[in-house]
């Protein structure tokens, strides 16, 4: 089976979309609840997510260029979702760069603040991230498309 560059960026893309929203849920259990590990456990996979932002982007710049030489879509369509990846990007890697301070910073460990800031930065992330996947899936699928 032979992967072109659309299909890794499918295959790494569904990842922080998918995984944002479920660590909003770990992280809001963890508060509720006041387990600290659980908490914990939401900035580790924030963190982890952050990481595959970055290869979601990158594989993404890849794919792009694999669509636009093949016809299969044009720059109308893909144009706007990669502005939005740029956006969503940015806001894993500032979630994922507050997760790990939070995580490694005395300062932060301490602040009760904290896991409510964090979360608050989640929810913007995931709906980033979210947003950007609908644009991604207009590229391909007609039948979500918007008519303007």
């Known amino acids: 089976m032979n992967l072109n560059p659309a299909h890794w960026h499918l295959l790494v893309n ?23 590990v659980i908490v914990k456990m939401s900035y580790w996979l924030f963190i982890v997510l952050a990481v595959f932002a970055v ?10 260029g694999f669509i636009m030489s ?4 044009d720059d109308t369509l893909i144009e706007p ?6 956006f969503a ?4 890697i500032i979630l994922g760069l507050m997760a790990l301070s939070a ?22 992330a995931a709906g980033l ?4 996947g ?12 918007i008519t303007k």
């Open 129 to 132: 991230m979210g947003w950007t």
């Open 55 to 64: 290869i979601a982007k990158q594989t993404g710049e890849q794919a792009e």
């Open 14 to 36: 569904h990842l922080p979309i998918i995984g944002s929203i479920i660590g909003l849920f770990i992280l809001g259990y963890g508060i509720l609840s006041k387990a600290e």
């Open 134 to 145: 609908f644009l991604g899936g207009e590229i391909m699928h007609k039948e979500i498309r």
């Open 70 to 73: 093949a016809k299969l879509a």
């Open 81 to 86: 979702h990669a502005q939005a990846a740029d």
């Open 103 to 124: 995580l490694f910073i005395n300062r932060l460990k301490t602040l009760k603040i904290m896991p409510l800031i964090i979360l608050i930065t989640a929810l913007v």
């Open 89 to 92: 990007q940015w806001a894993m």
